[in-house]
C-alpha cells in the first residue's frame, strides 16, 4: 500500500478545535436572517462550513489556492450544503462583489496578505449598512488598530484574544506529536522526511517567537 505523508497532516482536524473561538466571536454579532456571508483566504473550508452550520444564510469562500478550493468543493458536497455554500477562485485584493451586497465579511488567520487597514478600508464598499467585519489576526498593534477602526468608518463591537497557550494545546502541540509519530512511519522515504521537516520548521518558528503572544478576533460593523 502507497501512503502520501501529505494526507496523514491532518491540520484541518487541529484546525477544527479552534472553532470554538469563531463560535464565540460569531455569538458576538445580533441575528441575521439569510445573511450573505463572505470568508476571505477560507483555504480548505473549516471556517468556512463552520460560518455556515452557525447561520441560515448563504456563504462564499475565496482564496486564490485552487487545490484547496478543490479541497472544499467536496467537503460542501459531503455536508449536503451545496444549496448554501460555494466557492470562487480569486485574490482578496481583487475581489468583485456589488457595493453594499454583503452582510457579513469574515477572515481568520489571513489578513496578512492584504493588511489590516487596507481591508477595512477596500472591503467596507461591500458591506450592507450596519452589518459587520470580522478580522481574525495575530496579537500586533492591537491599540493602534482600534484607534484605526473608527477613523474607517467601522465601530468595534467587541474584541477578544485566543491566548498563546490555546494555539499550543489544540494546534501546535498536538501536530508536533503526530509529525513525530510519521517520522516512524516514513523513516525510509527522504522525501517525506524533507516534507515533514518543513512542518516542523512551522512548530519550531511558533516556540521561538516570544513576542507571539496569540491572536486575535476584531467584530466590527459598519457606520
Not at 475565496?62 to 451545496?82: R, S
Not at 477596500?122 to 452589518?131: C, I, K, N, Q
Request: with cysteine; charged share 30%.
Amino acid at each position: 500500500m502507497k501512503y502520501d505523508v501529505k494526507s496523514d497532516i491532518k491540520r484541518d482536524y487541529f484546525r477544527a478545535k479552534l472553532l470554538q473561538y469563531t463560535r464565540k466571536a460569531f455569538k458576538t454579532l445580533p441575528e441575521l436572517e439569510n445573511p450573505m456571508i463572505l470568508d476571505v483566504g477560507c483555504g480548505s473550508g473549516v471556517v468556512t462550513l463552520e460560518l455556515a452550520r452557525l447561520s441560515s444564510g448563504h456563504v462564499v469562500g475565496v482564496d486564490i489556492d485552487q487545490t484547496a478550493l478543490a479541497e472544499l468543493n467536496e467537503k460542501i458536497v459531503q455536508a449536503g450544503l451545496v444549496d448554501r455554500v460555494r466557492t470562487m477562485h480569486g485574490s482578496m485584493k481583487d475581489m468583485q462583489f456589488r457595493d453594499e451586497s454583503i452582510d457579513l465579511i469574515w477572515s481568520e488567520g489571513a489578513i496578512f496578505v492584504i493588511g489590516f487597514k487596507e481591508a477595512l478600508r477596500d472591503w467596507r464598499r461591500f458591506l450592507r449598512p450596519g452589518r459587520f467585519l470580522v478580522l481574525h489576526a495575530r496579537t500586533e498593534n492591537i491599540e493602534q488598530r482600534v484607534e484605526l477602526i473608527p477613523t474607517l468608518g467601522y465601530e468595534l463591537v467587541d474584541k477578544f484574544v485566543v491566548p498563546k497557550q490555546a494555539w499550543w494545546d489544540e494546534y501546535y502541540g498536538p501536530l508536533e506529536k503526530l509529525i513525530e509519530g510519521l517520522r516512524h512511519k516514513y523513516r525510509n522515504d527522504p522525501r517525506a522526511q524533507a516534507f515533514l521537516d518543513k512542518e516542523q520548521s512551522e512548530v519550531n518558528e511558533f516556540k521561538s517567537k516570544a513576542e507571539f503572544h496569540g491572536s486575535v478576533f476584531y467584530i466590527m460593523q459598519k457606520k
